[in-house]
Protein backbone atom coordinates (compact mmCIF):
# COMPACT_ATOMS: atom_id res chain seq x y z
CA UNK A 1 0.00 0.00 0.00
CA UNK A 2 1.47 3.03 -1.17
CA UNK A 3 1.88 5.46 2.35
CA UNK A 4 -0.11 9.06 3.16
CA UNK A 5 1.64 11.71 2.13
CA UNK A 6 2.03 13.50 5.04
CA UNK A 7 2.88 17.09 4.06
CA UNK A 8 4.56 19.74 1.20
CA UNK A 9 7.80 17.96 -0.38
CA UNK A 10 10.09 20.62 -1.73
CA UNK A 11 11.50 18.24 -3.94
CA UNK A 12 8.38 17.87 -6.08
CA UNK A 13 6.90 21.22 -5.45
CA UNK A 14 7.34 24.68 -5.32
CA UNK A 15 4.98 25.55 -2.31
CA UNK A 16 7.36 27.05 -0.45
CA UNK A 17 8.62 29.52 -2.91
CA UNK A 18 6.81 32.68 -2.09
CA UNK A 19 7.18 34.36 -5.10
CA UNK A 20 5.26 32.36 -6.73
CA UNK A 21 1.90 33.56 -4.82
CA UNK A 22 -0.09 33.84 -1.52
CA UNK A 23 -0.30 31.93 1.94
CA UNK A 24 -2.08 29.10 1.51
CA UNK A 25 -4.71 30.05 4.92
CA UNK A 26 -5.48 33.27 3.45
CA UNK A 27 -6.76 31.72 0.08
CA UNK A 28 -8.60 29.19 2.10
CA UNK A 29 -9.81 32.38 4.45
CA UNK A 30 -10.89 34.63 1.52
CA UNK A 31 -13.34 31.46 0.01
CA UNK A 32 -14.88 31.88 3.60
CA UNK A 33 -13.78 28.23 4.45
CA UNK A 34 -12.96 29.73 7.94
CA UNK A 35 -11.16 32.64 9.96
CA UNK A 36 -6.95 32.36 9.38
CA UNK A 37 -6.72 30.74 12.13
CA UNK A 38 -9.29 28.18 11.78
CA UNK A 39 -7.69 27.10 7.72
CA UNK A 40 -3.72 26.71 9.89
CA UNK A 41 -5.76 24.00 11.93
CA UNK A 42 -7.55 22.54 8.90
CA UNK A 43 -4.14 22.39 7.00
CA UNK A 44 -2.11 20.88 10.16
CA UNK A 45 -4.96 18.03 10.07
CA UNK A 46 -4.12 17.25 6.32
CA UNK A 47 -7.61 18.25 5.31
CA UNK A 48 -6.50 19.95 2.38
CA UNK A 49 -4.81 19.06 -0.68
CA UNK A 50 -3.03 21.27 -3.37
CA UNK A 51 -2.70 20.01 -6.80
CA UNK A 52 -3.28 16.36 -5.46
CA UNK A 53 -0.82 15.82 -2.75
CA UNK A 54 -1.51 16.56 0.97
CA UNK A 55 -0.35 19.90 3.02
CA UNK A 56 0.19 19.88 6.38
CA UNK A 57 3.45 21.83 6.90
CA UNK A 58 3.27 25.56 6.46
CA UNK A 59 3.97 28.21 5.58
CA UNK A 60 2.85 26.75 1.80
CA UNK A 61 2.34 29.49 -1.00
CA UNK A 62 -0.83 28.93 -3.86
CA UNK A 63 -1.94 30.67 -6.60
CA UNK A 64 -5.57 30.20 -6.94
CA UNK A 65 -6.06 31.16 -10.24
CA UNK A 66 -3.41 27.59 -11.64
CA UNK A 67 -3.43 25.21 -8.37
CA UNK A 68 -6.31 22.98 -8.02
CA UNK A 69 -6.82 23.38 -4.50
CA UNK A 70 -9.34 20.92 -2.46
CA UNK A 71 -10.91 21.28 1.10
CA UNK A 72 -12.50 17.93 2.47
CA UNK A 73 -12.24 16.32 -0.56
CA UNK A 74 -14.17 19.36 -2.55
CA UNK A 75 -12.91 22.31 -4.63
CA UNK A 76 -12.45 24.97 -3.22
CA UNK A 77 -15.40 28.27 -3.60
CA UNK A 78 -14.77 31.18 -5.60
CA UNK A 79 -13.54 34.01 -2.99
CA UNK A 80 -15.97 35.27 -1.65
CA UNK A 81 -16.92 38.97 -1.69
CA UNK A 82 -16.27 40.23 1.79
CA UNK A 83 -19.05 42.58 3.59
CA UNK A 84 -18.18 45.68 6.26
CA UNK A 85 -21.38 46.63 7.84
CA UNK A 86 -21.25 49.62 10.61
CA UNK A 87 -24.09 49.52 12.83
CA UNK A 88 -25.38 51.65 15.70
CA UNK A 89 -26.59 49.57 18.54
CA UNK A 90 -29.78 49.53 20.20
CA UNK A 91 -30.05 48.51 24.43
CA UNK A 92 -31.83 45.46 24.25
CA UNK A 93 -30.73 43.70 21.68
CA UNK A 94 -28.03 40.30 21.22
CA UNK A 95 -24.92 40.39 20.04
CA UNK A 96 -25.51 37.50 18.40
CA UNK A 97 -26.40 35.75 14.91
CA UNK A 98 -29.26 34.16 16.95
CA UNK A 99 -30.63 33.80 20.34
CA UNK A 100 -30.81 30.60 22.37
CA UNK A 101 -33.37 28.19 21.97
CA UNK A 102 -37.18 29.13 23.49
CA UNK A 103 -35.77 33.04 23.68
CA UNK A 104 -37.29 35.30 21.52
CA UNK A 105 -34.80 38.52 21.69
CA UNK A 106 -34.04 40.54 19.17
CA UNK A 107 -30.44 39.92 17.29
CA UNK A 108 -28.33 42.71 15.79
CA UNK A 109 -28.82 40.51 12.29
CA UNK A 110 -32.41 41.45 12.89
CA UNK A 111 -31.63 45.43 12.12
CA UNK A 112 -29.52 44.56 8.95
CA UNK A 113 -31.69 44.15 5.83
CA UNK A 114 -28.85 43.14 3.45
CA UNK A 115 -29.10 40.43 1.17
CA UNK A 116 -25.99 38.71 2.52
CA UNK A 117 -26.74 39.04 6.20
CA UNK A 118 -27.11 35.44 6.48
CA UNK A 119 -23.23 35.47 6.11
CA UNK A 120 -22.74 38.27 8.49
CA UNK A 121 -21.01 37.56 12.39
CA UNK A 122 -20.36 40.69 14.75
CA UNK A 123 -16.66 41.76 15.35
CA UNK A 124 -16.63 41.12 18.97
CA UNK A 125 -19.41 41.79 21.38
CA UNK A 126 -21.04 44.05 22.89
CA UNK A 127 -23.44 44.14 26.32
CA UNK A 128 -27.42 43.55 25.85
CA UNK A 129 -27.42 47.27 27.18
CA UNK A 130 -24.85 48.99 25.45
CA UNK A 131 -24.51 50.85 22.51
CA UNK A 132 -23.15 52.37 19.53
CA UNK A 133 -20.88 51.04 17.33
CA UNK A 134 -20.66 47.25 16.11
CA UNK A 135 -19.03 45.75 12.85
CA UNK A 136 -20.64 43.05 10.96
CA UNK A 137 -18.77 41.14 8.43
CA UNK A 138 -17.55 37.78 7.04
CA UNK A 139 -14.14 38.17 7.00
CA UNK A 140 -12.85 35.96 9.70
CA UNK A 141 -9.07 37.45 9.30
CA UNK A 142 -10.01 40.73 9.77
CA UNK A 143 -12.46 39.95 12.44
CA UNK A 144 -10.05 37.79 14.21
CA UNK A 145 -7.16 40.94 14.65
CA UNK A 146 -9.68 43.85 15.42
CA UNK A 147 -10.37 41.70 18.61
CA UNK A 148 -7.31 39.98 19.30
CA UNK A 149 -5.44 41.87 22.12
CA UNK A 150 -2.00 41.00 20.24
CA UNK A 151 -2.65 43.30 17.52
CA UNK A 152 -3.71 46.14 20.17
CA UNK A 153 -6.91 47.76 18.22
CA UNK A 154 -8.08 50.83 20.32
CA UNK A 155 -12.19 50.57 21.47
CA UNK A 156 -13.64 53.72 22.79
CA UNK A 157 -16.46 53.52 24.80
CA UNK A 158 -18.37 56.92 26.35
CA UNK A 159 -19.55 55.62 29.91
CA UNK A 160 -22.30 57.80 32.53
CA UNK A 161 -21.12 56.91 36.09
CA UNK A 162 -23.46 58.06 39.07
CA UNK A 163 -22.08 61.10 41.43
CA UNK A 164 -18.67 62.90 40.92
CA UNK A 165 -15.93 60.93 39.51
CA UNK A 166 -12.24 62.61 40.13
CA UNK A 167 -8.76 62.87 38.21
CA UNK A 168 -7.70 60.86 41.57
CA UNK A 169 -10.22 58.07 41.29
CA UNK A 170 -9.43 57.91 37.84
CA UNK A 171 -5.63 57.49 37.89
CA UNK A 172 -5.79 54.29 39.47
CA UNK A 173 -7.48 52.45 36.32
CA UNK A 174 -4.62 53.39 34.29
CA UNK A 175 -2.46 50.52 35.09
CA UNK A 176 -5.07 48.47 34.65
CA UNK A 177 -7.50 46.09 37.24
CA UNK A 178 -7.38 42.95 38.27
CA UNK A 179 -10.00 40.77 36.75
CA UNK A 180 -11.54 37.16 37.64
CA UNK A 181 -12.82 35.30 34.50
CA UNK A 182 -15.64 33.15 34.10
CA UNK A 183 -16.40 30.84 31.42
CA UNK A 184 -19.62 28.10 31.82
CA UNK A 185 -20.08 29.51 35.49
CA UNK A 186 -16.63 28.57 36.39
CA UNK A 187 -13.53 30.73 37.45
CA UNK A 188 -10.55 30.13 33.92
CA UNK A 189 -8.43 32.52 35.58
CA UNK A 190 -7.50 36.07 36.84
CA UNK A 191 -5.44 38.88 35.10
CA UNK A 192 -4.57 42.38 35.11
CA UNK A 193 -6.12 44.18 32.29
CA UNK A 194 -3.78 46.49 29.70
CA UNK A 195 -3.30 49.69 30.44
CA UNK A 196 -6.21 51.93 30.24
CA UNK A 197 -6.85 55.66 28.28
CA UNK A 198 -9.08 57.84 29.46
CA UNK A 199 -10.67 61.46 30.13
CA UNK A 200 -13.66 62.96 31.83
CA UNK A 201 -15.86 65.10 29.28
CA UNK A 202 -18.30 66.10 32.78
CA UNK A 203 -18.78 65.49 36.29
CA UNK A 204 -20.92 67.52 38.64
CA UNK A 205 -22.63 66.15 41.67
CA UNK A 206 -24.94 63.81 40.34
CA UNK A 207 -23.02 62.14 37.29
CA UNK A 208 -20.18 62.04 35.26
CA UNK A 209 -19.48 61.44 31.28
CA UNK A 210 -16.46 59.31 31.27
CA UNK A 211 -14.49 58.16 27.73
CA UNK A 212 -12.06 55.17 28.36
CA UNK A 213 -10.26 53.59 25.35
CA UNK A 214 -9.17 50.14 25.46
CA UNK A 215 -7.02 48.03 23.68
CA UNK A 216 -7.91 44.17 24.11
CA UNK A 217 -12.43 42.62 24.79
CA UNK A 218 -12.35 40.86 27.38
CA UNK A 219 -16.15 39.70 28.52
CA UNK A 220 -17.95 43.01 29.78
CA UNK A 221 -14.62 44.77 30.93
CA UNK A 222 -15.36 48.23 30.61
CA UNK A 223 -18.12 47.92 32.93
CA UNK A 224 -16.30 45.07 34.98
CA UNK A 225 -13.40 47.68 35.58
CA UNK A 226 -15.56 50.70 36.41
CA UNK A 227 -17.62 48.88 38.95
CA UNK A 228 -14.36 47.18 40.32
CA UNK A 229 -13.46 50.97 40.85
CA UNK A 230 -16.94 51.73 42.82
CA UNK A 231 -18.44 53.36 40.02
CA UNK A 232 -22.11 52.76 39.20
CA UNK A 233 -22.03 52.61 35.31
CA UNK A 234 -25.98 53.59 34.17
CA UNK A 235 -25.11 54.13 30.48
CA UNK A 236 -22.52 52.29 28.45
CA UNK A 237 -22.21 53.37 24.58
CA UNK A 238 -18.83 52.87 21.96
CA UNK A 239 -18.23 55.72 19.74
CA UNK A 240 -15.27 54.22 18.13
CA UNK A 241 -12.97 51.06 16.97
CA UNK A 242 -9.87 52.02 15.42
CA UNK A 243 -10.18 54.67 12.65
CA UNK A 244 -13.88 54.04 12.76
CA UNK A 245 -16.20 56.78 14.58
CA UNK A 246 -19.66 56.87 15.28
CA UNK A 247 -21.05 59.67 13.49
CA UNK A 248 -23.99 60.33 11.07
CA UNK A 249 -25.59 56.60 11.95
CA UNK A 250 -28.60 56.49 14.37
CA UNK A 251 -29.53 54.53 16.64
CA UNK A 252 -30.37 51.24 15.12
CA UNK A 253 -29.36 52.27 11.30
CA UNK A 254 -26.64 50.66 9.49
CA UNK A 255 -24.16 51.16 6.59
CA UNK A 256 -21.70 49.46 4.35
CA UNK A 257 -18.30 50.76 4.99
CA UNK A 258 -16.40 52.80 2.19
CA UNK A 259 -13.36 51.23 0.81
CA UNK A 260 -11.59 53.88 2.43
CA UNK A 261 -12.78 52.49 5.80
CA UNK A 262 -12.16 49.24 5.32
CA UNK A 263 -8.27 49.92 3.91
CA UNK A 264 -7.96 51.90 7.43
CA UNK A 265 -9.62 49.02 9.50
CA UNK A 266 -6.50 46.56 7.60
CA UNK A 267 -3.85 48.95 7.95
CA UNK A 268 -4.95 49.70 12.20
CA UNK A 269 -5.05 45.38 12.38
CA UNK A 270 -1.70 45.27 10.86
CA UNK A 271 -2.81 43.42 7.38
CA UNK A 272 -1.74 43.67 4.11
CA UNK A 273 -3.88 46.21 1.73
CA UNK A 274 -4.79 43.99 -1.08
CA UNK A 275 -3.80 46.79 -4.91
Known sequence: MRP??????TEHDDL???????RLQRVLADAGIDSRRGCERLIERGRVRVNGRVVTELPAWVDPAVDRIEVNGRPLPPPERHLYILLNKPVRTLTSTRDEPGADRRTVLDLVQHPARAKLFPVGRLDYDTTGLLILTNDGELANRLTHPRYGVPKTYRALVKGRVTEEAMHALEGGVVLTDRRDGRTVGASRTNPVEWKIVHADEEKTTLELTIREGRNRQVRRMLAKAGFDVKKLERIAMGPL???GVARGAWRELTAGEVRALRRAAAMEIPS
Not at 16 to 22: L, V
Open 4 to 9: LDSGVK
Open 16 to 22: RDASRGR
Open 245 to 247: RLK
